[in-house]
């Protein structure tokens, strides 16, 4: 590592690029050199907060610069596959707002040519940076719940209802990135259904399922229709059970030593369930996105894969485009077997 800081460029100001203009502005070993906006507009809303930051609505205008060292794309998400590629070729280091790609065979390009390159490809999976889901993840590795049953995530509330994204899109990559980590395996097959009862063929409801080889089976409910605003991670295990609430300010997660007692008398048997301490660990209160962008730069100034590296990225959009054909096909199980290569 040296102590230039990582110059960035973000492109796409409008909504969620602030943040991240935001954290990489504050960080220290990063420098927001660019900002980066079709829209004249929205980037003149942030002139003021970055005086020494350059403007433009020229994407190229960063790829040209050889003081720019990676690019942000923080753009709508037809777009990300392209202008990752582009920022690729011109021999930056990207990092990519969630999901990395609409198809898998494009996120599968985007991380083909970040490694042919060697360079950085980071997915913005922010929720596997989440000190909370981080103590989850600890609590199953270390064995505290035992074997590992199933899991189920909630992503519901009523929210912001879009016209070009449906609720799978739009929602699910936070939890199947999140499962995909905890459970540490690669689905071997998934299933959605669900229903667009708002505007047609956007789907505001989806039920997905996703089942791991030894047998762990996820669940997810992603809803922008729902009463309860709800942002839910639950881990059944043999010996013990966690919760992780991300609504909850004071108890993130909850531990419940809860479970079956098999019958010693009669083998096979679980009449019994034992009810023991409810436990609460104190979580860190740092923004998760900090912890993403920090990670970010750790990794371009050190040349060090990400946690959540292009190859995790591709993953996640295999699952959502299986999920996508299961919709289409009344629910049906899709296999998923000759995807994104490697361990
Ligand atoms: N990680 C999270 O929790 C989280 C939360 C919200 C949004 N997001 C993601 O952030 C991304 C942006 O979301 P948003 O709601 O801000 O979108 P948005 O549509 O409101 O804004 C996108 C901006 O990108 C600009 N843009 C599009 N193409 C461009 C190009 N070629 N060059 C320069 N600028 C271009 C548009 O002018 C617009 O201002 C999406 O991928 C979304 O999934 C992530």
Sequence with gaps: MTDTPVRIGVVGMNYWGPNLARNFARLEGSELRWCCDLDQSVL????????????????????????????????????HASLAKRALEAGKHVFVEKPLALTGKDAREVTALADERGLICMVDHLLVYHPGLQKVKQLIDEGTLGQVFYLYGNRQNLGIVRADENALWSLGPHDISVMLWLVGERPVEVSASGESYLQAGVEDVVFGRIRFPSGVLGHLHLSWLDPHKMRKMTVIGRDKMVVFDDMETERKVTLYDKGPVPRTETYGEYIQVRSGDIHIPKIPGVEPLKVVCEEFVRSVASGTAPLADGHAGTVVVEVLEAMTESLRSAGAPIALTTREGGG
């Design 44 to 79: 003149d809303r942030h002139r003021s907060a970055y005086p020494t930051t350059r403007f433009t609505t020229h994407l190229d205008d960063l790829l040209s610069d050889p003081e720019t060292d990676a690019v942000v794309i923080a753009t709508s998400v037809p777009t």
